[in-house]
């Protein structure tokens, strides 16, 4: 007896110290593969993939989406999934581990994703990926956005440019008697009837105008409009100028900071986490929302399903017309790119498998298993050819699209879609004329790089504390001296040599 | 004579290890237990110290730790002479400082009172129900306290009502540290009543029963019995609490800070965390965690030296 709880105490250690050294193994192998005879090459290529997943819940490996895109591209796919709210975080911690997967989603060009790159901890494939026939289709401008020194570490995951607006509620607008606002003044008449007019009708003061939280995403809209610069401009003398540095920026600081003493935005914005911000819109507490036009179609689709309420009461519209004419603060282009790891593929061989998957990820095929699943299965096609996505309690394949890269348009089936959605689509269309493109996009600035993070935060804080009145524009204006003074000004040289080399 | 006497100190030798291995062996299944703790310490606490030497190199993970160049003390000259350092120095003394004079008393004193109380159900129900905020994780009182503090929330609702104006709790400088103080004497106060109660149950009972035939009164009894005999107790907590000086918890800090009061809330903890993990300067931050911990030691050494000096035990 004792001899035998020995025995067990001693194989315990053994069990856990082995847990201890065991490197953790990228998820479940494709055992579901070799249940499946009829797609059996000799040997499958393999591929395993970490994305972004937003609910924490992604797709499952046995779901027939992933099953379809494995018979479609002949590898045998493996599925990693981090949290969106802490993807970078843990991203870095899995770099610094050595475990990644063959392709990663990147979602920008941060600090440590460009000290990486640099080290050599990606595939440099500038000059591969043009020898893929689909690759090669992608477009130069979004690819030169994403580069690094010039350098390309990945394929793009394209967004469309014109893609942020604002989202509203229509049934509210025609309860104050008001027009979709053309300006900047209406839209702030707009936001004022609905925190005083009472636009849902129910006698109460319980409205208010529109929703921030800690994304900045609508004060940069709302500063575009204004007129200032899409994070740089290009001054008088050639000089690159950051967008904070300018009047028009003050301008559209001082408009915010009357909806915010006003009351017309929520308080305590700057304290509100970004995956709360759509749940005052959501229950009719708020009634604009700054962010990107898809979003109208994603509240009304909620407002009918959840809420049983009626149909069209969202709509959706660009950017009011600001004192210096349109301008639109347009999405890069591209939401970061999916990069090849040397952890997951570390020989020349295997980084041509994977962008030859990738490759295969852009046919037409391959962007529609992405991007809509199964006919039958996730949607279904009406006569027109037009899909209409299923409806599910939870979506089977969440977080499927994050390495979804889309470079090439048109090939994608088309939405059957409520006028939200038309209207939605057309929105993205008129921006595109009035879109401000950041003259630094493609650059790379080494101090920028080093310090560039504490230094947004100097200004985004200082942007909260002029809004909320802690301090004063000569503070502002205090606060963008020391951006300068603490490395601000070697990020102005720099960008500027680079922009005047790259002329 | 002497070869004897040395011939005797050998095998009393002999026997004295004799003995300890027979010890041991009597206390095999203790020694077993110890194991996992210990495992524990060289696992997680001892090897991952040889980490400590990124702080000299410019550490990228893709170079791995023999691949990224030495750097010798560049990671700490930036530090210091960063813009942020003066800020974050003073902010971290500062929470610590209150969270010392209001926070440490609080538990003593809570003790004390519950020590006071006569009834035994009604202390136990007491004790047990201050107990529950310390098992609440950080996160649920820090959403707590936002569906309280703000602007929409009951307590502004309640100012309101009495007429005044609302106050920005959540996003003001000028609030943050009360709230952060007030969160932690919410949270641990009960729990840290359990070292001092044990302590006032070990005061001999007959301790009170001479001073009572003394003529002492409830306070007397107090003041010479009850603090001198728990007074060991609470330096030695001081002198622990002393080395987490600048420990203000991490998660705390981290879930209630935002931009309109990082001026007060940004503090070490959360710095080494969003310099490292977030923005991926592994040796920056592990510099600023390593010069944390020298501070640290230092002040354990020091506190023990002098509780030593004034004629207390100390910890070691």
């Known amino acids: 007896m004792k001899k035998l709880s020995i025995l067990c105490i001693v194989a315990a250690f053994v069990i856990l110290l082995s847990a201890c050294v065991t490197p953790p193994t990228g998820g479940t192998t494709g055992d579901s593969k070799q249940t499946d005879p009829v797609q059996a090459p000799a040997k499958p290529k393999e591929i395993s993939i970490l994305a972004i997943t937003f609910t924490g819940t992604p797709i499952a490996e046995d779901e027939p989406s992933v099953l379809a895109l494995e018979e479609l591209t002949g590898y045998d796919i493996t599925l990693e999934f981090l949290l969106n709210s802490s993807y970078e975080d843990q991203l870095n911690t899995r770099m610094a581990a050595g475990n990644l997967p063959a392709l990663v989603a990147i979602t920008g060009k941060t600090a440590s994703v ?8 990606f595939w440099d ?11 090669a289709k992608a477009n130069e401008i979004v690819m030169n956005n994403i580069s690094i020194d010039g350098r390309i570490y990945g394929i793009y995951r394209a967004r469309p440019l014109g893609r942020n607006g604002i989202s509203y509620r229509r049934d509210w607008l025609e ?30 003061n319980d409205t208010y105008g529109m ?18 610069p899409n994070k740089w401009g290009v001054g008088a003398d050639g000089k690159l100028v950051p967008y904070f540095d300018t009047p028009e920026f003050m301008d559209s600081m001082k408009y915010m900071k009357k909806l915010y003493d006003e009351g017309l935005i929520n308080k305590d914005y700057a304290a509100l986490e970004t995956s709360d911000w759509t749940k005052d819109f959501q229950n009719s507490k708020s009634g604009a929302h700054i962010d990107v036009t898809d979003q109208a179609w994603r509240f009304q689709k909620k407002f009918i399903d959840e809420m049983q309420m009626p149909e069209d009461i969202v709509w959706v519209m660009g950017m009011p017309e600001g004192p210096k004419g349109k301008k639109i603060l347009p999405t890069s282009g591209h939401a970061g790119f999916v990069a090849i790891s040397k952890d997951g593929a570390p020989t020349e061989q295997d980084m041509k498998d994977a962008l030859n998957f990738l490759d295969i990820c852009n046919t037409k095929e391959g962007q529609n298993i992405l991007n809509w699943g199964i006919d039958g299965v996730h949607y279904d ?27 090439i348009d048109g090939l994608l089936i088309q939405e059957a879609m409520q006028p939200v959605q038309q209207r939605h689509v057309e929105v993205q269309l008129e921006n595109i004329p009035y879109c401000v493109a950041n003259p630094a996009e493609p650059l790379t600035s080494n101090t920028y790089a080093d310090k560039g993070a504490q230094l947004d935060q100097l200004i985004t804080d200082a942007r909260n ?12 204006k205090g606060e963008v001296e020391k951006w300068y003074a603490q490395g601000g000004q070697q990020i102005v040289e720099e960008y500027t040599d680079a922009y005047n080399a790259a002329k | 004579m002497a070869e004897m006497s040395a011939g005797i100190k050998i095998k009393n030798k002999r026997k004295k290890q004799g003995y300890k291995l027979r010890q041991i062996k009597k206390d095999l299944w203790l020694y077993i237990l110890v194991i996992p703790g210990l495992l524990h310490f060289i696992v997680f606490k001892y090897l991952p110290m040889w980490g400590i030497l990124i702080a000299f190199k410019d550490y990228n993970a893709y170079l791995g730790f023999f691949g990224s160049p030495w750097v010798g003390f560049k990671q700490f000259t930036d530090f210091f002479t960063s813009p942020e350092f003066g800020r974050l120095f003073v902010n971290t003394l500062t929470i610590s400082f209150y969270n010392l004079i209001f926070g440490f008393p609080a538990p003593v004193i809570m003790a004390l009172m519950l020590n006071e109380i006569r009834k035994q159900w009604y202390k136990r129900t007491i004790q047990t129900l201050v107990y529950i905020p310390h098992f ?15 602007s929409q929330g009951v307590i502004n609702k309640y100012i309101a009502a009495m007429g005044n104006e609302a106050v920005p709790f959540l996003t003001s400088a000028d609030t943050f540290r009360p709230l952060i103080i007030g969160q932690t004497i919410w949270k641990e106060t009960g729990f840290g009543t359990i070292i001092y109660l044990a302590a006032l149950a070990g005061i001999d009972v007959q301790l009170y029963e001479a001073a009572v035939i003394d003529g002492a009164n409830r306070f007397k009894q107090f003041w010479h019995i009850t603090l001198p005999s728990i007074k060991g107790t609470i330096i030695t907590l001081l002198i622990l609490r002393m080395g987490h000086i600048l420990d203000n918890g991490f998660d705390q800090l981290f879930l209630m800070s935002n931009s309109l009061n990082r001026s007060v809330s940004e503090v070490f903890d959360v710095y080494v965390y969003t310099m490292g993990i977030t923005r991926g300067a592994f040796s920056f931050s592990t510099a600023v965690g390593l010069f944390k911990s020298l501070i640290g030691i230092v002040l354990i050494y020091s506190s023990n030296r002098l509780a030593k000096a004034a004629g207390e035990s100390g910890i070691f």
């Not at chain 1, 494939?125 to 690759?135: A, E, F, S």
Request: aromatic share 14%; hydrophobic share 35%; glycine share 8%.
């Open chain 1, 125 to 135: 494939i500038t000059d591969h990926y043009k020898n893929y026939p689909n690759l």
């Open chain 1, 114 to 121: 460009i000290s990486n790159c640099r080290a050599g901890a």
């Open chain 2, 136 to 150: 609440i994780s950080w996160v649920i009182i820090a959403s707590l306290t936002y569906t309280l503090f703000n």
């Open chain 1, 381 to 407: 096609l009406n006569e027109k050819g037009e899909a209409t996505r299923r409806t599910f309690a939870t979506d089977p394949r969440e977080g499927f699209n994050q390495f979804m890269t889309n470079v």
């Open chain 1, 211 to 228: 929703t921030w939280c800690k994304y900045f995403g609508p004060l940069d809209q709302i500063a575009v409009a204004f007129g200032a």
């Open chain 1, 465 to 476: 504390k002029f809004i909320a009145g802690q301090i004063d524009e000569a503070g502002f």
């Open chain 1, 175 to 204: 309860n104050v008697g008001l027009e979709e606002p053309k300006t900047m003044d209406e839209f702030y008449n707009m936001l004022k009837a609905f925190t005083e007019n009472d636009p849902d009708g129910n006698n109460q």
